[in-house]
């Protein structure tokens, strides 16, 4: 499964020349995320959008490689990696308005239960009964402002984070994102 996700991504990335027009924009991004509780996720990614039609309307993909800090609801600290991959979708122009889901990559790829293998886990009690350790998602909003190369967006998410025994405290998360546009 690993490998035919990361098949697809080079064969995107060796494609792009061939869509480098008017319909196509791509851009690479830094972005940091916080909450109520100083959670905070903070990435740097990848985006690439398609327009409609030669319309402001289109669909992007967007996938950012980040650090997590998740305040849990039993009052720890969780740090982590995350590979968020999703999709948006809305009006892009010079001011801009999309919606967005996505999922944490990592997980699906990995399946990992957040102690082991790359992940932190700091809590040290056991959660008998406790959920499942979901897929990572998230759906989300967000404005921005296009101006030549660079692009800075705000936006909210709700999020979905989970892990082996512990859920995330708050789950909404604000953010800006600051691009350069190709």
């Not at 009964?129 to 709700?158: C, F, M, Q, S, W």
């Amino acid at each position: 499964m690993t490998r035919y996700i990361v098949s697809l991504f080079l064969l995107g990335l060796t494609s792009l020349p061939c869509a480098a027009n008017d319909d196509f924009d791509f851009s690479v991004f830094a972005k940091s995320e916080f909450n109520a509780l100083d959670d905070h996720i903070i990435s740097a990614g990848f985006e690439m959008i398609g327009y409609f039609n030669h319309t402001p309307f289109g669909i992007g993909f967007t996938s950012a490689l980040g650090n997590a800090s998740v305040t849990t609801e039993q009052g720890y600290r969780e740090d982590f990696l995350t590979l968020d991959t999703g999709l948006k979708f809305g009006y892009f122009s010079d001011i801009y308005a999309y919606g967005e889901l996505g999922f944490d990559a990592f997980e699906l790829m990995f399946h990992d239960q957040r102690d082991t293998d790359g992940y932190s886990n700091h809590s040290s009690i056991t959660v008998y009964n406790a959920p499942n350790n979901d897929i990572d998602a998230y759906l989300g909003a967000g404005i921005g402002v296009h101006i030549k190369y660079l692009k800075l967006e705000a936006y909210t998410r709700y999020r979905q984070i989970d892990g082996n025994g512990w859920e995330a405290q708050d789950n909404h998360f604000t953010g800006l994102q600051l691009s350069f546009s190709f």
